[in-house]
């Protein structure tokens, strides 16, 4: 009964259950090729990504010797970059080309973003000459700009359109866009002026002027502008569409919610990772070596870092050695430092990248983190206070102590907020080096405080 509950359970979450990544395994193993089409072929095609990703290296081989058929374009653009040109380099030039005459002209564009220059030719001399020109147009737009995130399969109608002429228009139309959510309305020189949803167009009479239904929300964005700020615009201004124009403001593309939205989660999970210090492309695919040579560099600052910290040890090693209490808890006055800190530089980090923390309101969070610190920092000094006093049988070590957490989280705090706003000031990733410089100040600040305290009072 439990057994069938857990299985039940796996089915209702959302993903692959492990037991379909077992099977496929399975099969792969025994090289039953039917049994692994009557596996993947139900499964959506981000599952099947999944899947792909899951496996190790050698059974990923396999699995696509096996089931090359079965990758189409939808599913290699939903693959992980980590192993995406392993991937077509497992398959058969023929799948590949199918796979990708059905893709968009974005989709198209993200893949051969990781490709080296020979893949890359292979996969354009498979397109069509119209969608190779297309997507050579986007490939010459600079990396991470809009004119790359776009597809430029678009629909546009003249402004001096009525609703029933547009109808007419898009049933006679022999190709549309698999998905579009508006109705692009330009002027005679390809400029687009407005657009209307399709939800007004199918809901009006045939003899409204499209000029009459257009939506409020239009705005558009320019070709060169960077992802980020693409991501950032359809966010705050609740998007599900924007025209891309070029240079002279003529139409070139579309951008559409979901290609936002893949940007914002890859923006959101690079910080994470930058944060702690892990390398912006980290992924569970890379090797043993790929990943320590992401670790490796920031291993080795925070080494340079703890040096540091130690070095404001060893200035108070007499100390310690009269008041062995002391090295028992100056570990606590920097590991509550630090805790602090992160906590505050999480908080500043992510209202940077969304622009809630700005230069109107960042004296009042300073403020605020200061309040916060110094509050904190009375409540533990308190405790650790009495702690050490009862541990130790000494209440000038609990003064000390309770004085040495009240300094270094209110550094904490202050530093939590002023390290990343200061160095995107400097025009550095705060997401990439604040971590590094909060966790050097409250262990330096932590230390010293507390060992130079000891040292004025108790010694």
């Known amino acids: 009964m439990q057994a069938e509950t857990g299985d039940k359970r796996e089915e209702e979450r959302s993903g692959v259950p492990d037991r379909i990544v077992d099977s496929v395994l399975e099969a792969v193993e025994e090289r039953d090729e039917a049994r692994l089409s009557d596996l993947l072929e139900p499964l959506h095609a981000a599952d099947i990504a999944d899947v792909l990703e899951q496996i190790g290296p050698s059974e990923r081989r396999e699995l696509l010797t096996l089931w090359s058929d079965g990758i189409d374009g939808e599913i290699l653009s939903e693959i992980s970059d980590a192993i995406r040109e392993e991937v077509i380099e497992n398959l058969p030039p023929e799948v590949i080309a199918e796979a990708v005459r ?4 974005d989709d198209v564009v993200d893949i051969l973003e990781d490709l080296e220059e020979p893949q890359q030719e292979a996969i354009l001399g498979a397109l069509d000459r119209a969608d190779r020109v297309a997507v050579e147009q986007a490939m010459a737009y600079p990396e991470y700009s809009a004119g790359r995130l776009m597809q430029r399969e678009v629909v546009v109608a003249p402004m001096h359109w009525t609703v029933g002429e547009a109808i007419d228009f898009l049933r006679r139309a022999e190709e549309l866009p698999d998905q579009f959510y508006h109705v692009i309305l330009v002027d005679p020189r390809m400029k687009p002026r407005s657009y209307v949803t399709l939800g007004r167009l ?6 409204v002027k499209l000029t009459e239904i257009e939506e409020e929300s239009f705005r558009t964005i320019r070709a060169t502008v960077e992802e980020a700020e693409v991501a950032y615009i359809f966010n705050q201004y609740h998007l599900i569409s924007c025209p891309v ?3 002279n403001d003529r139409l070139v593309g579309v951008i559409t919610i979901d290609d936002a939205m893949n940007v914002l989660d890859e923006e959101h999970e690079e910080d994470i990772l930058r944060l702690a210090g892990v390398g912006d492309e980290s992924s569970i695919s890379d090797t043993a070596i790929e990943t320590t040579r992401q670790r490796l560099p920031w291993l080795f600052v925070n080494l340079l870092t703890a040096i540091l910290a130690s070095l404001v040890i060893a200035q108070f ?3 310690i050695a009269q008041l062995v209490a002391l090295a028992v808890l100056m570990p606590i006055v920097a590991s509550m430092g630090g805790n602090a800190g992160t906590q505050s530089l999480t908080v500043a980090v992510r209202a940077l990248a969304t622009r809630d923390l700005t230069g109107s ?6 403020r605020r983190e200061a309040i916060v610190g110094l509050v904190n920092g009375l409540i533990f000094a308190l405790v650790m206070g009495l702690v050490s006093w009862f541990w130790f049988e000494n209440p000038m070590l609990g003064l000390v102590i309770g004085a040495a957490m009240i300094v270094n989280l209110l550094v904490a705090g202050l530093a939590g907020i002023l390290v990343p706003v200061v160095l995107q000031k400097a025009r ?5 080096a604040s971590g590094t410089f909060v966790t050097t100040v409250t262990d330096v600040v932590g230390f010293f405080a507390f060992l ?3 040292g004025a009072v108790l010694l």
């Open 317 to 319: 090693e007499d100390s």
């Open 361 to 366: 309101n960042v004296a009042r969070v300073i």
């Open 102 to 105: 059905e893709l968009h002209t």
């Open 452 to 454: 130079g305290l000891a």
């Open 202 to 207: 199918l809901s009006s009479r045939r003899d």
């Open 428 to 432: 550095v990733d705060p997401a990439l």
């Open 245 to 247: 124009v070029d240079e």
